[in-house]
C-alpha cells in the first residue's frame, strides 16, 4: 500500500471550506484514494473515493492532482459537527476492502 | 448507507475472565469482516480479516489464541477476547461491506475495559 501524509491538526471557521491536503507520491496506478472520518468514541465513516478523477458527493468533493501524487478533500461548509479526525488511504484492489488507516487529520471547526 | 451494528458499546470485565464482542451487518451479506483495536489518541490497527466459512487471517503481532474471531454466517462476525488483561483494555471496532470492492461500512465500537 502507498504510505500517505497528512498534517497532524488543522483548524476551520464555521462556515468555510475545509481543505484537507494528502501526499501519496508512491501511489500506483490501480491504487484508489479513500476518505474516512471518525468522530470522538465512533466507527470510521466513509466519506468518498476515487482513482483519477474529481469526486463530489453530497459530504465532500475529492480534488486528485494530474499526476496523482497528492489529493485534497474538501468540505465545502464546514460545521462544528465535522471536528474529526480525517483519514486519507491509497489503497489497491488487490487487497479487497481492508483498510490500513495512518494517522489522519485532526480537523477542528471552531465557531 | 448499509448499517454495521456492533454489540456491546462498552464492556467492563475481571482480568481473566472472557469477553465477546458481536458485528453484525444489518441489511447486506458480508462476507468478509475486519476487526480493528484503537488505544486512547493512536489510530485504528488492524487486527484481523475474518472470512465467512473459513479460518481468520491475523496480522503480524497479534495473537490468535488470544482474539478468538468466528465469523459463522454471512451477516455476523465474534471477537471474543481470552483470559482479558488491563492491557488488552481498548476501542475495538469492526467493518463490514458486501464485496470486496464496496467502500466499508463500520461499527460503532466496543469500549473493553479489564479491571
Known amino acids: 500500500d502507498a504510505k500517505t501524509t497528512q498534517p497532524t491538526s488543522m483548524d476551520c471557521a464555521e462556515g468555510r471550506a475545509a481543505n484537507l491536503p494528502c501526499n501519496h507520491s508512491?501511489?500506483?496506478?490501480?491504487?484508489?484514494v479513500y476518505w474516512y472520518r471518525q468522530i470522538h468514541s465512533q466507527g470510521p465513516q466513509y466519506i468518498i473515493h476515487g482513482l483519477k478523477n474529481n469526486e463530489t458527493n453530497e459530504m465532500a468533493s475529492l480534488i486528485i492532482t494530474e499526476d496523482r501524487k497528492s489529493s485534497t478533500l474538501i468540505l465545502p461548509h464546514a460545521t462544528l459537527r465535522d471536528t474529526a479526525v480525517y483519514y486519507c488511504?491509497?489503497?489497491?484492489?488487490?487487497?479487497?476492502?481492508?483498510?490500513?488507516f495512518g494517522a489522519g487529520t485532526i480537523l477542528r471547526v471552531k465557531s | 448507507g448499509a448499517v454495521v451494528s456492533q454489540h456491546p458499546s462498552w464492556v467492563i470485565c475481571k482480568s481473566g475472565t472472557s469477553v465477546k464482542i458481536e458485528c453484525r451487518s444489518l441489511?447486506?451479506?458480508?462476507?468478509?469482516m475486519f476487526w480493528y483495536r484503537q488505544f486512547p489518541k493512536q489510530s485504528l490497527m488492524l487486527m484481523a480479516t475474518s472470512n465467512e466459512g473459513s479460518k481468520a487471517t491475523y496480522e503480524q503481532g497479534v495473537e490468535k489464541d488470544k482474539f478468538l474471531i468466528n465469523h459463522a454466517s454471512l451477516t455476523l462476525s465474534t471477537l471474543t477476547v481470552t483470559s482479558a488483561h488491563p492491557e488488552d483494555s481498548s476501542f475495538y471496532i469492526c467493518?463490514?461491506?458486501?464485496?470486496?470492492?464496496?467502500?466499508?461500512?463500520f461499527g460503532s465500537g466496543t469500549q473493553l475495559s479489564v479491571l
Open positions: 441489511d447486506f451479506q458480508a462476507t468478509t
Open positions: 467493518s463490514a461491506s458486501s464485496d470486496r470492492n464496496e467502500k466499508l461500512f
Open positions: 488511504i491509497a489503497q489497491g484492489d488487490e487487497y479487497g476492502n481492508k483498510l490500513v
Open positions: 508512491t501511489i500506483s496506478g490501480n491504487e484508489y
